[in-house]
C-alpha cells in the first residue's frame, strides 16, 4: 500500500508538471512548485522544455509553440472540470485567475449548502483550436475552442440524479481565454470561460 502511494504521488507530480510546463514555458528553463492534493507534500523541480534542449536554438521564433500550448490546454481543461466536480479548491487556484476562481468557488459553495455532488467524466476531445492570440498586449492572452464529451450529472445526498444525465454522453462546446503576465515567470491561468451543449 506505501509502494502505490508513492507511484501514484510520481505520476500527479508528472502530469501536473508536464501542465505546467507546457502551458508556461520559458527559454531558460523554470523552477516549478506543486503540492500534492494527495499527500501534501511540497515538490519542486526546475523544467527545460525537451524540444528547446535538443534542437539548436532559431532567431525570431519567440517562446511560443502552438501545438505544445494545446497539449497543455487539454490537460489544464480536463484538470479543471474535474477539480471543479470534485470541490478541489487548492487545484482551482493554481489553474484559475482570481475572478474566475471565486466564481467557481461560489458555485461549489452552492452545491455544499444544497447538500449536492456533481458526477463528471471526460470522454474525449472532438476539437481543440486557437481562436485568437496576443503576444504584445499585457498580459499575453490565448483564447481556445474546445469541443468534448462528456458525462455530467448533478446528485442530491442520496444520490438520486436531479439535473443532466451521469451515462449519456453529450457534446459541449467551450471557449476558454488563457492570459499570463508579460514578464512574469508564473504559468498561464484561465481568465475567463463560456460553455454550452451541443446537439448530438
Same mark, same amino acid.
Given at each position: 500500500?506505501?509502494?502505490e502511494?508513492? +507511484?501514484? #504521488?510520481i =505520476?500527479?507530480?508528472? @502530469?501536473?508538471? $508536464?501542465? !505546467? ?8 528553463? /523554470? ?24 534542437q ?35 487545484? +482551482?487556484? #493554481?489553474? =484559475?485567475?482570481?475572478? @474566475?476562481?471565486? $466564481?467557481? !468557488? ?8 444544497? /447538500?449536492?455532488k ?13 481562436l ?8 499575453k ?57 451541443l446537439?448530438?
Open positions: 500500500m506505501h509502494l502511494w508513492i +507511484l501514484l #504521488t =505520476l500527479v507530480f508528472l @502530469v501536473v508538471s $508536464k501542465l !505546467i510546463s507546457v502551458l508556461g514555458q520559458e527559454p531558460k528553463g /523554470e523552477k516549478i512548485r506543486f503540492v500534492s492534493n494527495k499527500t501534501g507534500d511540497v515538490l519542486e523541480m526546475t523544467l527545460i522544455s525537451e524540444k528547446k534542449a535538443s539548436p536554438e532559431k532567431k525570431n521564433q519567440g517562446d511560443f509553440n502552438e501545438e505544445d500550448f494545446l497539449i497543455g490546454a487539454k490537460m489544464a481543461f480536463n484538470a479543471v472540470v474535474d477539480a471543479f466536480a470534485q470541490g478541489q479548491e487548492d487545484t +482551482l487556484k #493554481t489553474l =484559475l485567475s482570481p475572478r @474566475v476562481y471565486d $466564481k467557481f !468557488i461560489a458555485a461549489i459553495e452552492e452545491r455544499k449548502l444544497k /447538500e449536492q456533481m458526477e463528471f467524466s471526460l470522454i474525449s476531445f472532438v476539437s481543440c483550436k486557437i485568437t492570440r496576443s503576444d504584445e498586449k499585457n498580459p492572452t490565448v483564447t481556445v475552442d474546445f469541443v468534448t464529451e462528456q458525462t455530467n450529472a448533478l446528485c442530491d445526498k442520496t444520490g438520486a440524479v436531479i439535473e443532466g444525465d451521469s451515462i449519456f454522453i453529450g457534446k459541449v462546446h467551450d471557449v476558454w481565454t488563457f492570459q499570463k503576465e508579460n514578464k512574469s515567470k508564473n504559468s498561464w491561468v484561465v481568465s475567463a470561460t463560456k460553455s454550452e451543449a446537439n448530438a
